[in-house]
């Protein structure tokens, strides 16, 4: 999918360029970048995604696994929760998280204020009504971690 690379690469360009901050489509929306490790090929990866921080812990944020409504889960997803850690570039910060999937109650309250936030969220949980439930995945900065 050269377009997605494409835009994805653009928008990690903006990011770093401009302190975490980025234009069009995502303007004033928090977003970090994740870095991850694929399963297969060890390669290092990163991905621009919006996120939810905890209004309690500030070392706490939540990402979906949303992938603009498709029916299957975007593979960053896949690589995080198989490896359960990865690393995060939140405005000017870079750090090692860990990694938990959210289930039930929580994960629903959680994806219900993204939703309630940006309404894409709420078109993308109607996307995949009756084929996925949109996983919701807790970062939490590592205990060993030293921002970069």
């Not at 850690?85 to 939140?90: D, L, S, W």
């Not at 870079?94 to 990694?99: A, E, H, N, Q």
């Amino acid at each position: 999918m050269p377009d997605a690379n494409d835009w994805n690469e653009r928008t990690i360009a903006e990011f770093r360029a401009n302190r975490g901050r980025v234009g069009g489509n995502f303007e004033g929306a928090p977003l970090v970048l994740v870095h991850h490790h694929g399963r297969k090929s060890g390669r290092e990866y990163v991905n621009p995604t919006m996120y939810l921080p905890d209004e309690a812990d500030n070392d706490t944020i939540y990402v979906f696994a949303t992938k603009a409504g498709a029916p299957s889960n975007p593979d960053w997803y896949h690589n995080l929760t198989a490896t359960g850690a990865g690393t995060v570039e939140r405005g000017t910060e870079t750090y090692s998280v860990t990694v938990r999937e959210l289930q039930g109650d929580k994960r629903d309250r959680i994806y219900d204020e993204q939703a309630r936030r940006y309404p894409g969220f709420a078109d993308y949980a109607q996307r995949t009504a009756g084929i996925r439930t949109i996983p919701v995945l807790e970062l939490k900065r590592s205990s060993s971690s030293s921002d970069a």
